[in-house]
């Protein structure tokens, strides 16, 4: 039986003869190289330029919420505290983040004693009572309001109503002539919205009253807080205030 010594000089001739194994050997190497690379290429270098990209990604984006953190610093600064707090209390007035139906009824009765008209009656629907609003929504709060008195007094109500801090809407009303004046039912509305529980995100701007925004606030720092007021029953009466719409 040949020796190994023997078969691998039979293999170094047949190779040197064969020229199937010089292809063999010219192209061997550069194949397997080419696969060594590939897995490196797909299994190791191609993650970590992903991680680079996306690094990069966070590194852009955290940079651009630190110049909106940087210029929100510079807003902050530039508040009036003072007046922020007292733009805050006004807006809760008029519109506050609960229902409020007690101060509601107070507005309403001392606008009459203010204007000299009788309030025959004021009704609020009890599901208006009981539900406040909503985190996302304005809640409405309808009520039936009856007044009578002279003609240039109930006037008065209604160019009273129109100034009122808390804000009114009537929809509708109708007048019934008397001997002592008019009579006016109308059906009306106030308003309120929750206060919102998660705010803005930190980066984003600093919220700002556009010029109309501003406007109508302001002309709203004149209107007259009559809920903030007491008044004697004497001067008004009214019925139950819950009955049912």
Do not use: C, H, W
């Amino acid at each position: 039986m040949p020796g190994f010594g023997k078969i691998q000089s039979e293999f170094k001739a047949e190779a040197k003869s064969n020229p199937l194994f010089a292809e063999i050997k010219s192209y061997g190497l550069p194949i397997i190289i080419i696969i060594v690379v590939s897995i490196l290429v797909l299994f190791i270098i191609k993650p970590r330029v992903a991680d680079i990209f996306k690094v990069r990604k966070e590194v852009e984006a955290d940079k651009i919420k630190l110049a909106s953190l940087q210029n929100k610093s510079s807003d902050l600064k530039s508040v009036n505290y003072s007046s922020l707090l007292s733009d805050i209390s006004l807006a809760q007035k008029a519109v506050p983040s609960d229902k409020n139906i007690p101060m509601l009824i107070i507005g309403v009765e001392r606008l009459a004693a203010e204007s000299g008209v009788k309030i025959e009656s004021i009704q609020l629907a009890p599901g208006d009572v009981s539900k406040n609003p909503t985190q996302t929504s304005m809640s409405q709060i309808d009520f039936k309001l009856s007044v009578s008195g002279a003609y240039e007094n109930v006037k008065g109500f209604f160019e009273k109503s129109l100034v009122a801090l808390r804000l009114y809407k009537i929809s509708d009303f109708n007048l019934i002539t008397n001997p002592a004046g008019i009579t006016v039912n109308m059906n009306a509305s106030a308003f309120s919205v929750a206060d919102p529980k998660i705010g803005p995100d930190i980066a984003e701007p600093l919220p700002k009253l556009s010029v109309p925004e501003r406007n109508t606030f302001d002309k709203i720092k004149a209107f007259t807080d009559y809920s903030s007021l007491t008044v004697s029953t004497s001067s008004a009466s009214r019925a139950n205030p819950f009955g049912g719409l």
